[in-house]
Structure formats: structure tokens, C-alpha cells
């Protein structure tokens, strides 16, 4: 079942789209929910108890805090890639779809590792401990097979032409992060999706980091908190890493020669 502007309006007795900023859809038997893309200011969804498999259409929700997911048929974790703009996301029910799986642990520290401005998860309240272990040990969530074709612009071409081009798509989302790094896009026929040198990755790193100090600037004292202490288990893993190889290196013993 679609869920249709109508739906919507007489759910959240409203009459736009826009000034709809909570809305419950509990069991409504919902496969299609690209009428998000259409809601830039809702703010608490819930979308529990559904027949829902993608996320992509909530991307665009960037004033979402509150996102009730439970008993759907999210099929993978990757789908959260669709999250991960969502700035103000705090709150987030995803139990009970088949993206979860059989382990709980790994599940919840990928979903944190992806999410990590979450509060609470599946009704439990997300520690500072958890955030720094997901950082170590939650896997990496990648964008879903497909999904950038369809926010990729065709101009005018073919669909088949823009899917066999990966040239000028790593070219945008290069261009897309040189630019919030403040760095002038590259024309396509100096782009080379060859791996850098070692002097550009020398600059890549020190735009990273610049990047990174700006944006501490915006973090919370919480959020703060939370890069702390992932910045110290960081430290303990070189320190261990280092130490490590210290201990593997043989020692020269000195012999001293009588005249």
C-alpha cells in the first residue's frame, strides 16, 4: 500500500504537507513511503508494524529526532545509509526486521557505529561506552547497490548511460567533498580515480583534519564527550600496536672485545 498525500493529511489533520510535523502510520500495511521526499519538517514517525524495505525516502527528513521502525521488512543494515544526514536524529526503533539478524551485539553497535548521534535505540538508552566499542567493533555501513544512480542527475541521458559511467560519479562525490573542504572541484579530464600519491594523500589527510577541528565547533558538551573517548581508544590501539612491535624486535647485545 502507498501512503498518498491524503492519507497523510487527514492522519495529521493538516493542510500541507509541510506543516505536518508528527504523524503515526502504526500497521497501516505500508509498502511505499516516497511521499517523505515531499516532508522535509517532520519531526516523530512512526512507521512500526508495516511492510516497508527501503529508507531512501526519508533522506531528505533532516529535522527528524524521532523514527519508529519496528516489525518491517528492512532487509539490511545498509539501508541506515540513508540516515546518516539526518543531523538530529535521536531516537530510532528498528527491532524486530530482518536487517537486525541473530546477533544483537554486532546489530547494535553497527547501527551505532552508523548513527552515532542516537540517545536511544530499540527503547534502550545508548551509553558513551557503547558509542566508543561501536567505533571499534560495529561494521561499516555502505550506501545500498544502486541507490546512487538514483540521486545521481541523467542531464537528459539515457539511464542506461549514466549507469556504466563510475567515472563521473566518483568525480561528483569527489568534487562533493573537495567542496565542503573548501577545495575547488576538479574538470573530468583532470580526474583520475587512480589511487593518489603520497604527497596528495598527505594533503587529503590535512584537509581531513581541518575538516574534522571545524567541526568539533558545532558538537554538544555530550557529543564532545563521545569524541573523547573514541579519540583516547584510538590512542590505546596505536600504543598497543606499537608497543607490540617493540616487544617483536630482537635486541643487539653488545660484546665487549679485550685488547
Known sequence: MK???????AKAKASDLESVRKLNCWGCKLTDISIFSQMPNIEVLTLSVNSISSLAPLSGCLCLSELYLRRNTIPSLSE???LRRLSRLRVLWLAENPCCGTDPSRYRLTVLRCLPRLQKLDNQVVTEDELALALVEGEEVTTPPGSFQNQLPTNGLA?????VDPLNYNMQETNKIREELGMKPLPRDKFSPSSPSTREQKSIK????D???LLLRDLDEDELHIVHTATQNRLQIYTLDSQTLQDSTPTQKTVDIQP
Open 80 to 82: 541506515l545509509s540513508h
Open 206 to 209: 590535512r584537509h581531513t583534519l
Open 3 to 9: 501512503l498518498t498525500r491524503k492519507l497523510v493529511l
Open 211 to 213: 575538516a574534522v577541528l
Open 159 to 163: 539511464e542506461t548511460e549514466t549507469e
